[in-house]
T-cell receptor
Framework: DAGVIQSPRHEVTEMGQEVTLRCKPI?????LFWYRQTMMRGLELLIY????????DSGMPEDRFSAKMPNASFSTLKIQPSEPRDSAVYFC???????????FGQGTRLTVV | KQEVTQIPAALSVPEGENLVLNCSFT??????LQWFRQDPGKGLTSLLL?????REQTSGRLNASLDKSSGRSTLYIAASQPGDSATYLC?????????FGGGTRLMVKP
């Protein structure tokens, strides 16, 4: 397996635009997580899914953020409208079951200008 | 609420030195503890995962230990190399998420 795959690797967008980040988890993993990393706050969990169902979205900062997992091999994180303070690295991770080894993607570096 | 702390925040050593990175956590009721490596501009690479029932785990020049009762884990790197330069993060499951320490930024000088 190629590991967790995220796209794009880098995204630069203007304030107010819609941004969609994509993730393909490791095949067979039932859990998918979206994290955000910033210098100020470190790594924070935004939302996680179990078997494609969102379980906990309490980390999603605002209604501007939404996430979907239409099938076991694909998830999206959407920000609409984007703001400069959303600039961060967004990571997707997956694990076989909860509280086991988590595998992270390479991340998407988002810059909102 | 679980809190994870890593000391030191940054470390610079000459090549060849053995070194220890520290991780402490406030709630000892953990399932496991995971150590990651992050290179600049890259994702997190899982290095070692220690189950709560284990005391240590080894992979090559890396050895991680876990003392649940004292809320501590250490990552020992033997014979450090410039290629070991990266940020090392520890994380523990807390509720349904991983709680990360702030990381130790390691620089190994040739």
């Amino acid at each position: 397996d190629a590991g967790v795959i995220q796209s794009p690797r880098h995204e630069v967008t203007e304030m107010g635009q819609e941004v969609t980040l994509r993730c393909k988890p490791i095949s067979g993993h039932d859990y998918l997580f979206w994290y955000r990393q910033t210098m100020m706050r470190g790594l924070e969990l935004l939302i996680y899914f179990n078997n494609n169902v969102p379980i906990d979205d309490s980390g999603m900062p605002e209604d501007r953020f939404s996430a979907k997992m239409p099938n076991a091999s694909f998830s999206t994180l959407k920000i609409q409208p984007s703001e400069p303070r959303d600039s961060a690295v967004y990571f997707c991770a997956s694990s076989l079951i909860l509280n086991t080894e988590a595998f992270f993607g390479q991340g998407t570096r988002l810059t909102v200008v | 609420k679980q809190e994870v702390t890593q000391i030191p925040a940054a470390l610079s050593v000459p090549e060849g030195e053995n070194l220890v990175l520290n991780c402490s956590f406030t709630d000892s009721a953990i399932y496991n503890l995971q150590w990651f490596r992050q290179d600049p501009g890259k994702g997190l690479t899982s290095l070692l995962l220690i189950q709560s029932s284990q005391r240590e785990q080894t992979s090559g020049r890396l050895n991680a230990s876990l003392d649940k009762s004292s809320g501590r884990s250490t990552l020992y790197i033997a014979a450090s190399q410039p290629g070991d330069s990266a940020t090392y993060l520890c994380a523990v499951p807390a509720g349904n998420m991983l709680t990360f320490g702030g990381g130790t930024r390691l620089m190994v000088k040739p």
